[in-house]
């Protein structure tokens, strides 16, 4: 990812996690641990763990009524 300004990636993911916390999501899987990823907050977990996370929130499905909330800085 690349951008004109500093941070404006960490914005953008700031906005993306409220955005994903307002519609109910409990977990963003990113994969990989990066240094990147750990100054946002990311933290790795056991398998354990993250198959715990989907058996105890996946069936609850996909709210197919979503709706954007935009919120100011």
Known sequence: MFSVSDNTSKLAFIH???????WGFVLI???M??????????K????AEFQNYLE??????????????????
């Open 56 to 73: 105890q929130n996946l069936p609850y499905g996909v709210d197919s009524g979503w709706e954007l909330v935009v919120q100011s800085c």
């Open 33 to 42: 641990h990066t240094p990147h990823l750990a100054t946002l907050g990311a």
């Open 16 to 22: 993306l996690a409220r955005q994903l916390s307002i």
């Open 44 to 47: 790795e977990i056991a398998m």
């Open 29 to 31: 899987d990113c994969q």
